[in-house]
């Protein structure tokens, strides 16, 4: 056997479906024995059925548990034959001679003990963490502080990703990516598997430090490519992240350093998880509430004219108002109006001028009313209409200039449609125009780029697709799978006629100039037409500006998978179910009537605490849902979205059956209920399982 591929799966079906295809075709060319194994944590979202049905050829180890990545990898690494091995994450696509050129550089490199390859982010740039330095207490300080982002390319600073080595050239580095390191057997039977003390993060330099320690050399070879979707910062902003990443280093020094450089390595890496989590709360806070301060501030200088001028022009009395108008009463209106509004959907996109108006229409009417029970508090009628007014145009205001910032139009209700163009032949174009169909929100598919120089029928979309699409994230998507393969799926016919091939965009080696002449926001390149050497390749040659977004349809596959960036999670499109649970509307309603339920419940408590079968869990779960972090009804066994609350009773819980519920049947369960849902479902399922509000 000469090599043994080991991919761990969590939850990332549409990933690993690419990811096997493109491992499927570099083990052809090898033409050596090559064995597969996927080892998956408890996945929720039909990875295992779909390993089963289109990989037959894989060694599949289903985990009915999350032990971790090291864990996992070790599982697989014990029965692995092969010559080399090579530890292969779930979000990359393999090009077609990547085994075969790295198997012939470890040949050629008896001290060779592990290998890295240049690695490319879903827009085909360069990811630094393609070659890594050792994290020393300095190399750490250097990265943690910023020094080694603003001088990525010096010798001193720049040691954490190596920016002062030519991407291009082949060079021996001493830490290697887990997202592809290729290692060679008899090392590992010598330094040892990966260390299980590391649940997620750090392995891969624990053991390319152990490696090299062992008197072997860790080398990175640019002379094939991967593409590796989700980049080390692609959740940066995750405070999560934060933590586990950084604990992470503190096992590596206080296992690999002396105990003085250890403990400083701690202290720093401890002061390091603080600072980055705090600036990654302050970060995703700005961001979401950037608009709204911005609209309070702009309410607010509003407001401030408004009283001047009603104060010299319209006041009965031509005296100032009292400071505590500015000072109390104002933010207690903004905030009354700014509430109203956001519960209206002002904040929703696409934007909507009738949802701000409504909003703050009822804002003002209660503000109106309120006002009416507090005579010190009852300043003027007049003032409370007018800063009605200018509130509506504030954030019209506002929200037509964001808009024209980014999309160059003042088209507020509608959002800007992609310009698409499919790199595919005519049968495969059909099956990306199924696909686009299926989805929920136009765009405009501009048309057809043959892959080959010869002449190609493709088919032409001309104006707009009724329906498009939607690209779905995280573990909305997965939701979405696994609803796919609960209910039915009707077939769907695709009614176009081939079109003269002269009515095509183009031909490959034309991309560039038609992506400029359309300017085309996206391209949707068909694997089955492309090789993943020949997607790789545009990718990179393509150039940066205009800024295109590119996406895959592999073979036979329903999800077209790409990425914005190493910023940002890889994305996919899929045939679109609508799931009501997870519309801006609902998810607040479902937030009020959390708060609402745990409210009322606290305030009864001391009747209802003899009804419940847990006592102590039922008054930490009424505090819980009032802070947030915990849902009275949701999803406990269908995979969903992370920003999600954990729920406390699932929809599963009240289906009455003279058998236990399997595990299927509860997900389908939970995801029907997540498909119509409404607010009445949750009340009814807190009634039938009253005794059980304390469960943990």
Known sequence: MKLSVVIVNYNVCYFLEQALLSVRRAAEKLEQPVEVFVVDNNSVDGSVAMVRTRFPEIILIENKDNPGFSVANNQALREAQGE???????????????????????DDHPNAGGLGVKMLDGQGKFLPESKRGLPTPWV??????????????????????????DKDQTHEVEVLSGAFMMMRHATLEQVGLLDEDYFM????IDLSYRITQGGWKNYYFPHTRIIHYKGESTKRTSVNYVFVFYRAMVIFARKHFAPKQAGMFSLLINAAIWLRAGMAIVERFITKAAPVLLDAGLIYIGLSFL???????????????????????VPAYIFVWLMSAYFSGAYDQPSKTSRIARGIFLGTVLISAISNFFDAWRFSKALIVLGGVWAVAALVFRMMATHFLRYHDLRLNERRQKNIAIVGSSV????????????GVQARLIGYISPDAGPDIVVREDGLLTAAIVPVRGSVSRLETAFMTAVAEAPVAVAASPLPADDQLGEVRQLAEIIRIYALDELIFCGKDLSASQIIGLMVSLPQHPPVAYKILPQDSQYIIGSSSKDVPGDYYALDITLNLFRPQQVRNKRMLDILASLLLLLAAPLLLGFQVNKGGFMRN?????????TWVGMLHAAAPGRLARAILSPADVAQAATPLTDATRRRLELLYAKDYEPSTDVSILFRRFRWLGTE
Request: include cysteine; proline fraction near 4%.
């Open 307 to 329: 009283k001047t001028y009603w104060e010299q022009n319209h006041k009965f009395v031509r005296t100032p108002y009292p400071a505590q108008f500015m000072l109390i009463a």
């Open 140 to 165: 750490a300080f250097y990265k943690i502080f910023g020094l080694a982002k603003l001088f990525p390319k010096s010798r001193q600073f720049g040691r954490y990703h190596l920016g002062f080595l």
């Open 201 to 204: 993060y750090g392995e891969d």
């Open 622 to 630: 009424c505090l819980r849902v009032l802070g947030g972090t915990r």
């Open 84 to 106: 080399y091995v090579l530890l292969l994450n779930p979000d990359t696509v393999v090009e077609e001679d990547t085994f075969r050129a790295c198997c012939a550089f470890m």
């Open 428 to 439: 495969e174009s059909l099956r990306v125009r199924r696909l686009l169909e299926h989805s």
